[in-house]
């Protein structure tokens, strides 16, 4: 199943976790994080991309393990991203 995907899962979701601070930071500056589950869901998004860069890093230093890290590091990966993907809709339609 490896196909050595751990550098780029950690180098991605690190550098999206960094999105959704900067989006959690904006809601909270502007105050409009207060009648919306915008920022909820952006912190959901980030506590799993902080998941997917500990597994993905754990899966680097495991070179036989029992419990598959990267896998487990993908699939929140992606469960992060549609999280992620859910805000922005949830942010561009509160602009409007």
């Not at 199943?1 to 909270?28: D, E, W, Y």
């Not at 598959?68 to 922005?88: G, K």
Request: glycine share 8%; proline share 2%.
């Amino acid at each position: 199943m490896s196909q050595n995907r751990q550098p780029h899962i950690l180098s991605a979701a690190s550098n999206l976790l960094g999105i959704c601070f900067v989006l959690i930071t904006g809601l909270k500056i502007s105050g409009a994080s207060g009648g919306t589950l915008l920022d909820e869901v952006a912190m959901v998004s980030a506590v799993g991309f902080v998941g997917a860069c500990l597994f993905s890093f754990v899966s680097m230093l495991q070179l036989r393990a029992p419990i598959n890290y990267e896998l487990i590091a993908d699939l929140l990966f992606v469960l992060s991203m549609l999280c992620l993907f859910a805000a922005v809709l949830m942010f561009g339609r509160s602009l409007l």
